[in-house]
């Protein structure tokens, strides 16, 4: 079982930045691909970025591409994606994901490929 809690999301202009966190529970963290999605009011959920466990393989939607950076700090058991350059598009709430086995890392852009997922923080870009 993994537990998530998101934080870090709010309101920022256009070109601002922000770095979301989530912070996991137990001490298997290490071994569970993650991923950040996200959904703006009346569309589907969306892949944003994903990392593998070990944290030596990124992927990023093409939206994210040069602008968002995921990471993770095992120690701390926490993932983070910080977002820079932010458009009014990129305004939704931001979801992180573990994958739904340890040791297993998926597509890493599906969201059936997840099987924890934390509560949402959202993120509002104001033009």
Do not use: H
Not at 8 to 19: C, F, N, T
Not at 52 to 76: E, P
């Amino acid at each position: 079982q993994v537990q998530l809690v998101e934080s870090g999301g709010g309101l920022v202009q256009a070109g601002g930045s922000l770095r979301l966190s989530c912070a996991a529970s137990g001490r298997t963290f290490r071994s569970y691909a993650m991923g950040w999605f996200r959904q703006a009011p009346g569309k589907e959920r969306e892949f944003v970025a994903s990392i593998s466990w070990g944290g030596g393989t990124t992927t990023y939607a093409d939206s994210a591409k040069g602008r968002f950076t995921i990471s993770r700090d095992d120690a701390k058991n926490t993932l983070y994606l910080q977002m820079n350059s932010l458009k009014p598009e990129d305004t939704a709430v931001y979801y992180c994901a573990a994958n739904r086995r340890p040791w297993d890392n998926g597509s890493g852009y599906g969201p059936r490929d997840y099987g924890y997922w934390g509560q949402g923080t959202q993120v509002t870009v104001s033009s």
